[in-house]
C-alpha cells in the first residue's frame, strides 16, 4: 500500500467519523436549506431527512433518502404532490416541534404539525425520521405515511396504501396502488378505481383474515402478512437473505409492478432486483391510458393505441389514445356511409357495455355495432357480442383470451379541419392549443357564471343555504350538510390538502378553481342549479343549466372526454339540454366509490 493510499484512507475515515459525530438528536428551532446546512443525518450516516434535487436543476423536495450510497434512493418524500422548491426555501423544526416547510416570504406548508409537548426529532438508524415528546414517547413518524416503498422493518398497516410514483426522477403520485384491505387482503389497483375485483391486478388472496392484517418487511428481506394474533398467514418474497452489509427496499414502481431490492453496502454497486410481484409486464391494468392497450415486445411493455387512434401525448402512455380523425360516430349508419370496423383480436378489456347480444361470429357483431348509431366498439367472445361506449380502459394484448375487440373507424376523409396536419409535432400543438383553450373556457365559463350570479343579486353573496336541500353522498358517514360562501372559505385549505395528496386532478386549475368546480359539480348533480341561481324563467333556467354543463365537459380530467370548440359553441347555442358528464371523474373526493361506468360524450349528430 502506498503512502498516499494511506493517507486518504486515513482522511477517508475521519470524514465518516465527522459525519457520525454531526448526526444526533434535531433539537427544537433548528432548520436546514438546500443551499449550505448538510441534512439530518442517522447515527450510521446512511439514512438522511432533508432536501434532495427534483424536477428542473435548482428545484428540490423534502424527504428521507440514502446519504451513504451513490445511487439516488429515495425512501420517502413529504407532500409529494406539491411542486419542487428553490433553494430559498427552508425546512424549519420550529421552537414548538412542528415541522414545516417554510418559503421565504415565511409562508409555511406542514408537514408535521399540531404535535404536543415535543422534545427532540431523530433520524432513526431504520430509516424512520420520529420526532418524540418529552416522556420520550414516538408521537410522530414517517414510518407512519408510506409513499411510494417501504423500508425494512416498515410494516403497511391496514387501510393504508403505497402509491406508485410518477417516474424514477418524479415522486409525485403516479398511476397505481397497493392496498392492505381491511378485509385481510393486499390488493394492487390502478388509481381512482373502487376497491372491487374488477379493478385489481394483484391479489394475496387473503381475503377474511379479519380486520387487522399488515403487511411486515423483516431483515432479511422477507414480506409477510401478519394477522392480529402476530401469525404469519401468507408469504408475499421468501425472505432468508443475507443482512451483515445488506441493506433491502420494496417498492411499488411506477410500472406498477412491486419489486424487492437489495444493495450491498460493501460493494457499494447499484440496487439489483431480487424479487418481482410478476414477469408480465403488462398486468398492470392502466398502463396504457384509455383506448390503448398493452403488449409485450421482448417481455417489456409497450402501448398500442385501437384503430383509428393516436397518442393524445407521444411519449406519455398513461395519457392513453384519442381518435385520429372526426370524433363523431354519429354521423351515418351502416357500411354504406364509410365506416368499417376493425379487430384487436386475443385481447382483454373492462367490460362495460350497455348492451348484449347473442350473435354467430365477428362479423355479425360487427354489422350490429355498424348499425348502432350508439355503438362505438363492440368485444366479441363465444358467441357474446358485447357493445361499448368509448373510452376502452385496462386493455392488453392475452394470448389465451378468444376476445376480439372491434372498433368502429371513420372513413378516412373524415377528418376535422385543423386536425389534418401532416407532421406529427404540429398536430400536437394543436391539440394542446384545443385543450388549453378548453379548459380556460371551461374556467373562464364557471366565473362569468358566478359573476352573473353576483350582479344578478346586486350585492355581495349574502347568500346562505346554497345547497341546503343536498344530500352530498361523498362517503357513507356524511350526512345532508349545507355550506355558506363563508364556510367554503374556511374549507379551502382542507380540500386543498385533500387536492394536493393524492391524484393528479385538475392540474390546469388553480386550487380554488377545482374546490369551486366539485361545489358546482355537486350541486348540478343534485338538481340544484336553480338553487344557485334562483331563476324564475324556465329558459334562463335552461340556458344557465346547460352553460354550468358544458364548462364541467370542459375541465374534464380525461382530455380524450372534452368537446372540441366547434362542440363547445354547438353546446351553448342549442335548445337541447346538454347531457351531464361522467361525474366521477369530474369530483376530486380521491378514493370515489362511484361507479366507474363512463357516460357517453354529448351526442354530436346535429354538428
Ligand atoms: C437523543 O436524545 C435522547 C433523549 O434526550 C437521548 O436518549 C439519545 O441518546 C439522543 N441521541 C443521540 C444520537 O444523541
Ligand atoms: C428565491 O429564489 C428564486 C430562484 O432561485 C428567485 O427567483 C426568487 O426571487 C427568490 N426569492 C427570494 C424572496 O429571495
Ligand atoms: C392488530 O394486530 C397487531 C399485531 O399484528 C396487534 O399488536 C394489535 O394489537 C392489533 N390491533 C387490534 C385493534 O386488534
Ligand atoms: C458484498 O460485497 C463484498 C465485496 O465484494 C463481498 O465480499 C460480500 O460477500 C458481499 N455480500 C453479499 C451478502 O453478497
Ligand atoms: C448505477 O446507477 C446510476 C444512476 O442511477 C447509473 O448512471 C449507472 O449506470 C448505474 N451503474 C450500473 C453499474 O448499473
Ligand atoms: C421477475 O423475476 C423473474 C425471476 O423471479 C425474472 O425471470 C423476470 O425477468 C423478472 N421480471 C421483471 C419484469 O423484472
Ligand atoms: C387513422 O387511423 C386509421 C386506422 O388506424 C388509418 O387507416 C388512417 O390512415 C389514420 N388517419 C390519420 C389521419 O392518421
Ligand atoms: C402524462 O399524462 C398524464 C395523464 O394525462 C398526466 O397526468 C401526466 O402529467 C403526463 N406526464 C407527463 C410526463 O407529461
Ligand atoms: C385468439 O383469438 C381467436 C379468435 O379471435 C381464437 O380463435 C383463438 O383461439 C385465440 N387464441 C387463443 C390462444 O385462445
Redesign the pocket.
Known amino acids: 500500500m502506498t503512502a498516499q493510499v494511506f493517507v486518504l484512507m486515513v482522511l477517508v475515515g475521519s470524514c465518516v467519523v465527522a459525519a457520525q459525530k454531526t448526526s444526533s438528536n434535531v433539537t427544537l428551532g433548528t432548520s436546514l436549506s438546500p443551499r449550505s446546512s448538510s441534512p439530518w443525518l442517522s447515527p450510521s450516516g446512511l439514512y438522511a431527512m432533508g432536501f434532495f434535487a427534483e424536477g428542473s436543476p435548482g428545484f428540490y423536495k423534502v424527504g428521507i433518502f440514502l446519504a451513504g450510497i ?3 434512493t429515495i425512501v420517502w418524500t413529504a407532500n409529494r404532490d406539491d411542486p419542487p422548491v428553490t433553494d430559498n426555501f427552508t425546512l424549519v423544526f420550529t421552537a414548538e416541534g412542528q415541522l414545516f416547510l417554510q418559503s421565504p416570504q415565511g409562508d409555511q406548508t406542514s408537514i408535521a404539525a399540531g404535535l404536543q409537548l415535543v422534545q427532540y426529532a431523530s433520524m432513526l438508524d431504520s430509516g424512520n425520521f420520529a420526532i418524540f415528546d418529552v416522556n420520550g414517547n414516538i408521537i410522530w413518524q414517517s414510518f407512519s405515511y408510506p409513499t411510494d416503498c417501504l423500508i425494512q422493518t416498515q410494516p403497511l398497516l391496514t387501510g393504508n396504501q403505497l402509491f406508485s410514483s410518477m417516474a424514477v426522477d418524479n415522486h409525485a403520485t403516479g398511476i397505481f396502488r397497493l392496498k392492505m384491505q381491511h378485509d385481510g387482503n393486499l390488493i394492487q389497483y390502478p388509481i381512482n378505481t373502487p376497491d372491487t375485483a374488477p379493478y385489481s391486478y394483484y391479489t394475496s388472496w387473503t381475503d377474511g383474515k379479519g380486520d387487522n392484517v399488515s403487511l411486515r418487511f423483516d431483515i432479511d428481506g422477507h414480506l409477510y402478512l401478519m394477522n392480529s394474533f402476530g401469525s404469519n398467514i401468507r408469504n408475499i418474497t421468501p425472505g432468508g437473505l443475507p443482512t451483515k452489509g445488506m441493506t433491502y427496499m420494496f417498492r411499488l414502481d411506477p410500472d406498477g409492478l412491486m419489486r424487492l431490492y437489495s444493495h450491498n453496502l460493501t460493494q457499494n ?2 440496487w439489483s432486483v431480487v424479487w418481482n410481484s410478476t414477469s408480465d409486464k403488462c398486468d398492470p391494468k392502466g398502463l396504457c391510458g384509455l383506448n390503448g392497450y398493452c403488449v409485450l415486445v421482448n417481455n417489456d411493455a409497450e402501448c398500442r393505441c385501437i384503430p383509428g387512434f393516436d397518442f393524445v401525448m407521444p411519449g406519455n402512455w398513461s395519457a392513453g389514445c384519442a381518435r385520429n380523425t372526426s370524433d363523431s360516430t354519429c354521423a351515418s349508419i351502416g357500411a354504406e356511409s364509410g365506416y368499417s370496423m376493425q379487430a384487436v383480436d386475443n385481447s382483454t378489456w373492462e367490460d362495460d357495455s350497455y348492451s348484449t347480444m347473442v350473435t354467430v361470429d365477428k362479423q355479425s357483431c360487427s354489422s350490429a355495432c355498424l348499425g348502432d348509431c350508439n355503438c362505438e366498439a363492440a368485444l366479441f367472445s363465444q358467441g357474446q357480442c358485447r357493445k361499448q361506449r368509448l373510452p376502452l380502459r385496462y386493455g392488453r394484448r392475452q394470448v389465451t383470451d378468444p376476445t376480439s375487440a372491434l372498433i368502429k373507424v371513420g372513413p378516412a376523409d373524415m377528418i376535422v379541419p385543423g386536425r389534418n396536419f401532416p407532421q406529427g409535432n404540429r398536430k400536437e400543438v394543436r391539440k394542446d392549443v384545443l385543450i388549453v383553450g378548453a379548459s380556460l373556457a371551461g374556467i373562464g365559463f364557471i366565473v362569468m357564471v358566478i359573476s352573473l350570479f353576483v350582479i344578478y343579486r346586486g350585492t355581495v353573496w349574502t347568500y346562505r343555504k346554497i345547497c341546503d336541500k343536498i344530500d352530498i353522498e361523498l362517503g357513507d358517514d356524511v350526512a345532508p350538510r349545507s355550506f355558506s360562501y363563508a364556510q367554503l372559505e374556511i374549507i379551502t385549505d382542507n380540500f386543498k390538502e385533500q387536492i394536493g395528496r393524492g391524484r393528479n386532478v385538475n392540474w390546469e386549475l388553480p386550487k380554488k378553481e377545482a374546490v369551486l368546480q366539485d361545489w358546482v359539480t355537486e350541486c348540478c348533480l343534485n338538481g340544484n342549479v336553480q338553487e344557485i341561481t334562483k331563476l324564475d324563467e324556465k329558459a334562463d333556467r335552461q340556458q344557465f343549466g346547460n352553460a354550468i354543463r358544458t364548462g364541467l365537459w370542459c375541465i374534464m380530467d380525461e382530455a380524450t372526454l372534452r368537446p372540441t370548440m366547434k362542440k363547445v359553441l354547438w353546446m351553448l347555442e342549442g335548445n337541447t339540454e346538454v347531457p351531464m358528464p361522467p361525474l366521477h371523474s369530474l369530483l376530486s373526493d380521491a378514493d370515489s366509490s362511484t361507479s366507474s361506468s363512463v357516460t357517453a360524450q354529448p351526442d354530436s349528430r346535429d354538428i
Do not use: H, S
Request: glycine content about 0%; charged content about 40%.
Open positions: 451513490p445511487e439516488r454497486t447499484n
